[in-house]
């Protein structure tokens, strides 16, 4: 009997490992889908991930390999790349009208700020949001019971939202060749989104900070440039001071 009692909670022990594997693909399916889907309309740009892991007992997970590409008319292959994304959902909201995100941390993303078009692929991508942010979302004010398109669909709520380990490169055509690179600035935000506003809204929030941040950085590549330049100049013009004087 005790063996047969041994066996019986052993293959449950194994169909309840099972079902939370399914459940854990299930979730990390459904977040995959939801970005890819919904990330192009927001930003105006390819996005993918390589693949979502959730768990289903504490929502933890980890979204892997993200890239985000350019806006039309930019000629590098991607804006931005992350390996991983550390994210941790409140499961029981996602049966509520407010998807609740407990902590959002981008780790190591490297950016590409390529100029063009009278302006900059990061920026475009931060117009394209704050753009469908306008349009999707409540706007400032308390939504009304007429309008608002985000009462109809899921609000989103970030509490805490983080970028940090950074890079930002210019494009290789805007410095002639040389691919210089500079720290992006760590980024926190809280309370991203919140009550009646869309995920839309969340992710213009999110995509101002990142672009001031690498805005600064890319500055300071700029600098790095131009010094670069004038030290070629300056070498280039000794050599001619030189050769003049034989």
């Not at 990390?28 to 889908?33: A, D, E, I």
């Not at 700029?222 to 001619?240: H, I, P, T, W």
Request: charge should be positive; charged fraction near 15%; glycine fraction near 14%.
């Amino acid at each position: 009997m005790n063996k047969v009692i041994s066996a019986g909670i052993a293959a449950a022990l194994v169909l309840f490992m099972i079902l939370l594997g399914v459940v854990s693909m299930s979730l990390g399916g459904l977040v995959k889908s939801a970005v890819e889907s919904a990330g192009p309309r927001v930003l105006g740009a390819p996005v993918t991930i390589g693949s979502v892991t959730i768990s289903p007992l504490s929502g933890r997970g980890t979204l892997r390999d993200l890239v985000i590409g350019n806006p039309a008319g930019f000629s590098t292959p991607r804006a931005i790349s992350v390996g991983a994304v550390e994210i941790e959902l409140k499961l029981s909201s996602l049966m509520s009208n407010m998807i609740v995100v407990n902590r959002l941390a981008v780790r190591d993303p490297e950016l590409v700020w390529e100029i063009g078009q009278g302006s900059s692929n990061i920026a475009r991508l931060e117009g394209n949001a704050q753009e469908a942010a306008a349009k999707l979302g409540a706007g400032k004010s308390a939504p009304s019971p007429k309008a608002s398109p985000a009462a109809k669909g899921k609000s989103l709520l970030i509490r805490d939202f983080s970028v940090s380990g950074g890079k930002v490169g210019l494009a290789a055509t805007a410095l002639g060749g040389q691919g210089l690179s500079a720290p992006l600035p760590a980024v926190h935000l809280t309370d991203l989104g919140g009550p009646g506003r869309s995920p839309a809204e969340a992710a213009a929030q999110a995509f101002t900070a990142l672009t001031h941040a690498a805005q600064g950085a890319a500055s300071d590549i700029g600098g790095k440039a131009l010094d670069s330049a004038r030290g070629a100049a300056m070498k280039a013009l000794g050599e001619l001071f030189r050769k003049g004087g034989k």
